[in-house]
């Protein structure tokens, strides 16, 4: 039992707090130990995560997590408050920490009334800004800390600089530097319900990990914390389990529920013996101190259908907003559920991959193993580059669309890619310039280092055997013998070159200089195997892509810009669909009038290490808007 019970810890932690279990591993010597770390002791300390909860209002923005907060994490020392890096509201771009900055720093106007409060939340004040974040404190108890994470430091520092400047110019007063209370902040008596909202706050992830509602707002009401609760049909309202989480004597708070009403098996009169989720229902529970102490925390959870009223565009729209705001797919399918009339079968993972390369259903089906999760293997370090670097090459020599290239399919493997092309001499010089070639026909001025070409019965084989590395290769299927040799021989101005000679130092050189990390060749790779569905069927579709170095050490992005390809939704699901060869996260997205120049960026992994850019410039398809 003692030797499951540390896993099971990390998991309970993890659904309350909503922290990661990569980030429990990487600051476990530092946390307090659970479940102590989710209990606050200083009034001060309450009082100020129950402000900013407060004052930040995160629950009035789409994010990608429920009330704009991704965790809650509570070290030795402090309490840190990760802000999800972007939101949307009323069709725009919100900046959370700008937002964070303008809503919780005090400041006094100085025609404001003696009786009236200071702007922002009272009593805080700056601590300072490092690489972590924003650091706050209360002014009556300096002990009290609490840091927002998840921007970068200078992102922090521009925002804090800008709203300095707006407050001065206005004639306001910035308090958060003051060492004391101000006259303004004396009028302003502490909450005796800050215990309520410090709790809540420190258990943020129950309302992303244990709710089911795609919509969570929450504001002050009466002596307490009012929570609203948004659920989708036939998505059901998940509040047995979330009072059970909140109540809970180890991991919860010492709350017991005082009123309580549900309209779940509520039935129309006309009716009588169906249910029916055309009704709007509204559960709620009221919960209260067992010890009776202020304060009070009512949820109130709503439930309604998607195919009524004002609900069916507000439904609709506000799954756009989450899923722009980066919100995981699969939270957005647990909470805002296809209704089963509404529901279509996903294709299965050989039709998937099958529409990514060309492939019949058949051949696709033959490719995969019977427990398969993936339509494409895993490729080696030494192929994903290979693939990468074809790529990048094609595109260098110009826009890139299947049909100038001959792609009929490709049928992707671990170590090779066999691509079948359309047997005409034009799709064969096109692919024998990626062989490396230079003025006197030895010093590689251009195509792919290493590149080695070999005749073979089942096609041309594009070899590059790197030093003490694997074999990667590309077989060229299609292809007429007679039509190679001819390009090649053109390529060499009458020179045929070696199958299989060795690498030259100029060659070895610009190999290694060209290194770069495995997540670089990995976003090649990926768009490679999935060219085919990514151009889109347009006959004039195109795409050119091109990569160049990141902001952040060892990572670089790329830049795909996009022909006439397919719709946002296509596109999207394409490129995010963990299944097929990328799996990347919609980070950021602008679209501009009639879908003619829209963008997008998505990162892989947790949406740090790259970024790939989509340009549409003629993606005006019926789903385009999706």
Same mark, same amino acid.
């Given at each position: ?5 540390p896993? $099971? ?7 309350? #707090? ?8 990487? #600051? ?48 030795g ?10 939101? $949307? ?19 006094? /106007?100085?025609? =404001?009334?003696?009786?009236?409060? +200071? ?5 805080? *004040?700056?601590?300072?800004?490092? $690489?972590? @974040? ?7 108890? +300096?002990?009290? /800390? ?28 910035p308090?958060?530097n ?6 303004a ?22 309302f992303? $990990? ?32 979330l ?9 919860? !708070? ?16 006309? *009716? ?5 989720? #055309? ?5 709620? %529970? ?9 304060? *009070?925390?009512?949820?109130?959870? !709503?439930?309604?259908?998607a ?19 980066? =919100? ?7 909470t ?44 080696? =370090?030494q ?8 790529l ?22 671990s ?57 990667? *290769? ?19 101005? @009458?020179?045929?070159? =070696? ?17 770069? &990390? ?5 976003? @090649? ?8 569905? %990514? ?13 160049r ?18 719709? /946002?939704?296509?596109l ?17 997205? &602008? ?36």
């Amino acid at each position: 039992m003692s030797s499951r019970q540390p896993s $099971r810890e990390a998991a309970l932690y993890r659904m309350y #707090t909503g922290d990661s279990l990569a980030n429990l591993k990487h #600051t476990a010597s530092a946390r307090m130990p659970a479940p102590d770390a989710l209990r606050t002791a200083s009034p001060a300390q309450q009082d100020l995560e129950h402000q900013v909860l407060l004052r930040y209002r995160g629950g009035s923005l789409y994010a990608a997590h429920p009330l704009a907060i991704a965790y809650t994490r509570v070290v030795g020392d402090r309490t840190e408050v990760r802000l999800d890096p972007q939101a $949307r509201a009323f069709d725009e771009r919100v900046d959370t920490a700008e937002r964070a900055i303008e809503h919780l720093l005090p400041y006094t /106007h100085p025609t =404001a009334r003696p009786d009236e409060g +200071p702007g922002g939340a009272p009593g805080i *004040r700056l601590r300072g800004i490092d $690489r972590i @974040g924003l650091h706050l404190t209360h002014v009556s108890d +300096p002990s009290a /800390h609490l840091v927002l994470t998840g921007r970068s430091e200078a992102a922090w520092s521009a925002h804090l600089q800008t709203r300095t400047v707006e407050l001065t110019t206005a004639g306001c007063i910035p308090l958060w530097n003051e060492p004391d209370p101000t006259e303004a902040e004396r009028s302003y008596s502490s909450e005796t319900w800050s215990w309520m909202s410090a709790g809540v706050l420190r258990r943020i992830g129950l309302f992303s $990990r244990v709710s089911t509602a795609y919509d969570t707002y929450y504001g002050d009401r009466h002596n307490g914390l009012v929570v609203v609760l948004r659920h989708l049909h036939p998505a059901l309202p998940a509040h047995d389990e979330l009072v059970r989480r909140l109540t809970d004597p180890a991991w919860g !708070m010492p709350l017991v529920i005082s009123e309580s009403h549900c309209d779940c098996r509520l039935r129309r009169p006309d *009716r009588p013996y169906t249910h029916d989720h #055309t009704w709007e229902r509204t559960c709620h %529970v009221t919960l209260t101190h067992r010890d009776g102490i202020p304060g *009070r925390l009512l949820l109130r959870f !709503m439930s309604s259908s998607a195919d009524i009223g004002a609900e069916a565009g507000s439904a609709g729209e506000a799954r756009r907003e989450l899923a722009l705001a980066g =919100a995981p797919r699969g939270w957005l399918r647990r909470t805002m559920p296809t209704p089963p009339s509404q529901q279509r079968s996903r294709p299965s993972l050989a039709a998937r991959r099958a529409t990514c390369t060309g492939e019949t259903l058949a051949e696709a089906a033959r490719a995969l193993t019977p427990d398969a999760t993936s339509a494409f293997p895993i490729a080696t =370090a030494q192929q994903e580059r290979l693939e990468s670097e074809v790529l990048q090459t094609m595109s260098a020599l110009r826009a890139l669309t299947p049909r100038l290239l001959g792609i009929r399919a490709l049928h992707p493997m671990s170590d090779q890619i066999t691509i079948d092309l359309e047997p005409a001499p034009h799709i064969a010089r096109q692919w024998a310039a990626l062989l490396p070639v230079g003025s006197n026909g030895r010093t590689p001025a251009m195509g792919i280092p290493g590149l080695r070409h070999e005749q073979r019965p089942d096609g041309v084989h594009l070899i590059r055997h790197a030093p003490g590395s694997a074999t990667a *290769r590309v077989i060229l299927w299609g292809i007429e013998i007679s039509q190679w040799m001819d390009a090649t021989t053109a390529l060499r101005h @009458g020179t045929s070159p =070696a199958s299989l000679t060795p690498w030259t130092e100029e060659e070895a050189g610009l190999y290694s200089v060209a290194s770069r &990390s495995a997540c670089e060749h990995y976003i @090649g790779s990926g768009l490679m195997r999935m060219i085919r569905a %990514v151009c889109g069927a347009s006959a004039s579709s195109a795409i050119a892509i091109s990569s160049r170095p990141s902001e952040k050490p060892r990572c670089w992005d790329w830049r795909v810009n996009l022909f006439d390809g397919p719709g /946002h939704g296509t596109l999207l699901d394409l490129l995010t669909d963990s299944s097929l060869a990328l799996g990347l996260e919609l980070w950021k997205h &602008s679209c501009t009038t009639g879908h003619r120049a829209c963008r997008f960026r998505l990162t892989n992994g947790g949406g740090q290490s790259l970024s790939i850019y989509t340009t549409l410039r003629n993606a005006a398809r019926p789903d385009a808007a999706d």
